[in-house]
């Protein structure tokens, strides 16, 4: 069984940092893109960043120059480091993978995502 894990979240100042980590884990053939999406009170989820396999990134405007993405696909994880956080950043933090899998003619890609993990940003 596939499962995406986050940590990492949690309060802070605004101005200040946290670093998100997300580990992709179970029985799969290899992880295509990653990507961080948020959800804050009453609002949808939107997108975060996204990296690919080969190390490509794109990052929402709201985020670009505060926030970086990046990962280690030897290990299956996926980081997102929040620098100068916002208020308005505040949100549950979800991690998404795009994971292949063997099926039964070849593999499959399937979209996952984690539980979600809480940042807080307030002084």
């Known amino acids: 069984q596939v499962q995406l894990v986050e940590s990492g979240g949690g309060l802070v100042q605004p101005g200040g940092s946290l670093r998100l980590s997300c580990t992709a884990s179970?029985?799969?053939?290899?992880?295509?893109?990653m990507a961080w999406y948020r959800q804050a009170p009453g609002k949808q989820r939107e997108f975060v960043a996204v990296i690919s396999r080969g190390g490509s990134t794109n990052h929402a405007e709201s985020v670009k120059g505060r926030f970086t993405i990046s990962r280690d696909n030897a290990k299956n994880t996926v980081d997102l480091q929040m620098s100068s956080l916002k208020p308005e950043d505040t949100a549950a933090y979800y991690c998404?993978?795009?994971?292949?899998?063997?099926?039964?003619?070849?593999?499959?890609?399937?979209?996952?995502w984690g539980q979600g993990t809480q940042v807080t940003v307030s002084s």
């Open positions: 179970g029985r799969f053939l290899r992880v295509n893109n």
């Open positions: 998404n993978a795009d994971i292949e899998s063997r099926a039964i003619y070849g593999s499959a890609t399937r979209t996952y």
